[in-house]
């Protein structure tokens, strides 16, 4: 099983950004699918969760600027980023608990940065 996730980039203080993430290999099914950040020198923390009914929870710090959704069928993960702040700054990382065939386990994508500027 792999997560690959895409997007990320340099935006503006205020800008706009999408990433998503697709798994893919011997999957059974995935239960909750998420996105994770770490700035420099700071612990890796949780972003946004979104569970495969549908229900979602975010980081006080990105409420009502983020928004996690997912397309099961493509075992996809989407976060959509507005009004970024440079504290947004970051490498983020996709998270998938994933039923295969032969366990039940945590993956991660490969982190993708992203830089907001003031």
Request: glycine letters at 12%; a positive charge; aromatic letters at 12%.
């Amino acid at each position: 099983v792999q997560l690959q996730a895409y997007g990320g980039g340099l935006v503006q203080a205020g800008g706009s950004l999408g990433l998503s993430c697709a798994a893919s290999g011997s999957i059974f099914s995935i239960n909750n699918m998420g996105w994770y950040r770490q700035a420099p020198g700071k612990e890796r923390e949780l972003v946004a969760r979104i569970t495969n009914g549908g229900n979602t929870n975010y980081a006080d710090s990105v409420k009502g600027r983020f928004s996690i959704s997912r397309d099961n069928a493509k075992n996809t993960v989407y976060l959509q980023m507005n009004s970024l702040k440079p504290e947004d700054t970051a490498v983020y990382y996709c998270n998938a608990y994933v039923v295969s065939y032969v366990s039940r386990r945590d993956y991660w994508g490969q982190g993708t940065e992203v830089t907001v500027s003031s």
